[in-house]
């Protein structure tokens, strides 16, 4: 089955202690992403990747590290988590062509809550 | 910069009436994607579209309908006959496909719809 994979789903977590959330992917898609939703903002990404090595920032990087090593991992980092950091995370995958209706697939969220 | 707007916040119809999503955007690329996706009470996200600034032809699936106009800069979706399950929260995005932002995604502030019975 066709899947983005998140997690933790949940974590409650306090500041400075450093987190990673983990995505995964089995599509051998070449785009990943992460976004955070956050009420009366809307979804805003944080990082994109357009293939293995090749990450950029997205509209709201700071705080966030990420890495791709790997096609199908693109784990998102929290070195000194903060509390508006407190968020739904989600992170997504996707083909890179010039097909018009390639879908984007999506995770089912991580909700992270930084005391 | 990119920007997208959803102008209408929230949106109450009647099951079976139409409805109309706004979606105005702005950009300096020649090149971009535009999406639309939806998020149910549930959570999670549905990709719904994509296309290509290249490609005005408007698109039909099933009740669901978008109408590409670059020269005003819109990418309005229209649901037909709207039913209860239409009920989510939808957002517009934009997506460099030139330049230094390549690949990075815009979204719109998103419409909450609610359908009632």
């Known amino acids: 089955e066709a899947q983005v994979t998140q997690n933790p789903r949940y974590l409650i977590t306090v500041t400075g202690k450093k987190l990673t959330v983990t995505c995964s992917q089995n599509m051998n898609h070449e785009y990943m992403s992460w976004y955070r939703q956050d009420p009366g903002l809307g979804l805003r990404q944080i990082y994109y990747s357009m293939n293995v090595e090749v990450t950029d920032k997205g509209d709201v990087p700071e705080g966030y590290k990420v890495s791709r090593k790997e096609k199908r991992n693109f784990p998102l980092i929290l070195e000194s988590p903060s509390p508006n950091q407190t968020s739904l995370y989600f992170c997504?995958?996707?083909?890179?062509?010039?097909?018009?209706?390639?879908?984007?697939?999506f995770g089912d969220g991580t909700r992270l809550s930084i005391l | 910069a990119q920007k997208v707007t959803q102008a209408q916040t929230e949106i109450s119809v009647v099951e079976k009436e139409d409805v109309t999503l706004d979606c105005v955007y702005e950009?300096?690329?020649?090149?971009?994607?535009l999406f639309w996706y939806k998020q149910p009470p549930s959570g999670e996200l549905v990709f719904l579209i994509r296309r290509n600034s290249f490609d005005e032809q408007n698109e039909i699936s099933g009740r669901y309908s978008w109408n590409f106009q670059k020269s005003t800069s819109s990418f309005n979706f229209t649901i037909t006959a709207s039913q209860v399950v239409d009920s989510a929260v939808y957002f517009c995005?934009?997506?460099?496909?030139?330049?230094?932002?390549?690949?990075?995604?815009?979204f719109g502030q998103g419409t909450i719809l609610t359908v009632h019975p």
């Open positions: 997504a995958s996707s083909l890179w062509s010039g097909d018009s209706n390639q879908p984007q697939h």
């Open positions: 950009t300096r690329d020649t090149t971009y994607y």
């Open positions: 995005a934009l997506m460099h496909t030139g330049g230094t932002s390549y690949g990075k995604l815009t």
